[in-house]
């Protein structure tokens, strides 16, 4: 009986040996190791951050964030973390959330030699990110339902009574590159006329979808003429051989022109591993770097004078949209509350 | 024997017998505290954001200007959704309840365990089926294209509606047939000793049933009202999408947390009311006679509308399995999914092992208080199910407001927070499951056991734990399948540089690759039919062995 009751208690002794061991085990930290959250897409990050670790030998520990969960989880994920955050490297696909989190104290400020020939424009004056690798806001088209003289050219072709509404479409401006998109033209237009332009989309019934990647898909299979997504998205249905192409949205002289998007990079506040950090941001803000995120597809529109021909669109002589990233992120808050008044009903 | 020996064996004998007695007191006052682990595993992210918001309220940061000046869209928002909901829930129950009484009467062994398999099938996601039946939409467009014919697209409230009401199919079929099963046998019998089988059914066995039915309405409405992701799919605007914008716009879990407290309240609602049948239905002794001996006789209408429900059933099942067979393409692209995602399916399979592991015994308390208590069980059944109400990001925001401190940091940043993220969403039901069988526990086998074994400990571990083990092997499964499909809240938990398979097949949803993506579906599906298989054979083998016993002992 003794010895049956022993083992009984050291059966229990054991699972919380396991238990502790695995608790223990799970939070042993390597030295020569970064975190880096990324809410670039997997696919493309991963290449990127798999040829850092072979040439430093550095372990990168990535969290990716998700487009199904509206873009809300990493960026809320910082900031709720902040105290005692985890990361050490931000790699935003978009800019303004990366302000958001200067302005949440989440960030700290660095600097990098391999930024030195990124234009001042694309650097945050107190040195909290830095900006690169720019993906463009397009006009998706399906080739198959639309003749070359009918190709919409411009944002306002969304509120042409020429086209069905319900066969345009754009995602949910609350959420992602969308969201950025509506700031930057508010920004641009002005906030009467920038609200104005999204509720002539509501109130016509342009499709509003769930997601860049929903627009993409729906225009690529026929059941919408053309719709507004990105440059990465559109480039994969291309790839795929989907009856699409890409038009870069309001050319002409004096057109409003195209809004381009940059990677951003941030270094946060109090991350764990601080040198590891300032590695992988040199690394990732390298003139390589911003060619190889070109070459595979996540961008297509360098900052830099990099030599580069798209095989989904042609990226010489591109008028640009032009904004103010910081200016954008100050009406950010406010837009926002716009667009879930206008869309979400 | 000798004095002196048989003075030190006895001596013995008592010291044992104190150990005994210790290690039963140390494991009752364990139990007596376990409610209270529970309540802190599971409540603890909605305690967190209860306190951020009074936190935010008090020191001026929450926008009530905006709050109010967006109550009127909220309300439509909100009307909408309920429309959504009572609208998914009525049609899921019907369908449901036609294709229960279809399975109800099934009493040969082995499709009298078989029956319930169709609730494997719950744990495939909305956002699943809504792939699955748009590519069968596409493929028929296709088709039919050349031939002039132009399908409609499947979207709008109508295909928000087909498709919710096709996601909670199984859970309803489930909840009907446990509300048909609560029906007393000797009624039916007595019944039908003077009525046609017909009317024995809806004049007895659905007056009956309904109070459970009513239930599983309740259950699968607040599922409805917190899914967003079909309708959103579909072009149309829920009240839960609203959490989600408003999360994205302040960045601020309270304000998202105030604006999810209407669904919050209603689902509290719902459950309150819910909760008594339901309760009613779990907790009912199992009838010692099958119902129906001899096959029913159903009208014709009835029989027609039953196999209608069957074959939606069946298509239910076949649409996702064939939609992502065809979108897969083939084995060897199977193949590289599998590959592409080993380490994903890996942590996947630990994360949800896990948390089945620790649901279970973290289960088993609460569900003995809701056996057991004789007050305040309304408000344990409250506590039990609220959790199901809590949209996951927020889950996700508010284990991470609790655990990312000093004191835990050795838990924060390990694969402990996704297991943690699982257990508040999916333990209670657990508690449900066992609550169901602790009922099925003859008492008169535990006062026995209690005159023939010397110790507590031996009682629970030879006695007690074999008696509950169907039920504790159906939770563990249950948890395991939940945990397998969770998103919401692991992503915002998931420690660095691990992912779960879930977390890799959205990914791939935005890059395109329908065919990996389809291919990930179907290891999910995969790894949940065996698990669920281990279930049944367990069933079967036990209910075997049960039998050769009492032949044996005839």
Known sequence: MNNKLFSKQFTILLCLSVVMLFTVSCSQEETNEVVIYTSVDQMYSEIILNEFEEAT?????????????????????????????????????????????????????????????????????????????????????????????????????????????????????????????????????????????????????????????????????????????????????IKDGKPVKIILPDQEPGGIGALVIPNSIAMIKDGPNPEAAQILIDYLLSETVEKRLLEIGWAHLPVRDIAYTSSCFETTGVRLMEVDFNAMYEQFELVMEQMGQIFIR | MNPVKKTETLLTGKKAHDKVKRGAQLLNSFSNLLPLLFLIVVFMPLMVLILDLGIQATGGLVNWQSWLESFYRRWVLLRNSINLAAGTAAAAMFIGLLAALRLWPINRKPWLYLRWLVLMFAVI???????????????????????????????????????????????????????????????IEAGRMQHPDGKVTLKIALPLAAPAILAGFGFIFIFSLLDYSIPSLFGKNIYALEIFAEHSASGRAASAFLVALPLLLLSIVMVYFSQAPLREALVRPPFKVRPWNISPQWPVYLSILQKVALIILALHILVPLVGLSAATGSLSALGESVKLGRREIIFSLNVAVSTAIVAVPLAYPVASVLLNTKMRKGYWWILTALPLAVPAPLIGIGLILAWNRPLFGAIYGSAVMPILAALARFTPFAVIILLAQLKRIDPLLIEAAKILKRSKLSMLFKIHLPMLAPGMIAAFFFTFALTLGELGATLIVAPPGKATLTMRLYNLLHYGSTDLVAGLCLIIVFITALSASFVFVFLIIRESSRNQNNVRKF
């Open chain 2, 125 to 187: 996601s909305p956002y699943m089926h809504a792939l699955a039946w748009n590519t069968l939409f596409l493929m028929f467009r296709a088709i039919l294209l050349p031939l002039g014919v132009e399908l409609t697209p499947l979207g709008g409230w109508s295909g928000s509606w087909l498709v919710q009401t096709m996601a909670f199919l199984p859970l309803a079929v489930g909840l009907a047939l446990l509300g048909l099963e609560t029906v007393d046998p000797l009624l």
């Open chain 1, 57 to 237: 030998g550095i372990k990168v520990l990535v969290v990716y964030d998700v487009e199904a969960t509206k873009t809300t989880g990493m960026v809320n994920r910082l900031i709720a973390e902040k105290a005692r955050p985890q990361a050490d490297v931000f790699w935003n696909g978009e800019i303004l959330q990366t302000i958001r989190l200067k302005e949440a104290g989440a960030l700290t400020s660095f600097r990098s030699p391999s930024a030195d020939n990124i234009p001042d424009s694309f650097k945050d004056p107190d040195g909290y990110w830095v900006a690169y690798a720019g993906r463009a806001r397009i006009i998706i088209v399906n080739t198959d339902l639309l003749e070359p003289e009918e190709y919409p050219q411009s944002i306002y072709s969304l509120l042409d009574p020429a086209w069905p509404a319900d066969k345009t479409c754009i995602a949910y401006p609350m959420f992602g590159t969308t969201a950025t998109h509506a700031a930057a033209l508010f920004a641009y237009l002005g906030g009467t006329e920038g609200a104005a332009f999204h509720k002539a989309i509501a109130d016509q019934g342009v499709a509003v979808l769930d997601g860049n990647s929903v627009t993409r898909d729906q225009v690529a299979d026929g059941r919408m003429l053309f719709g507004m997504t990105d440059t990465d998205d559109a480039c994969v249905a």
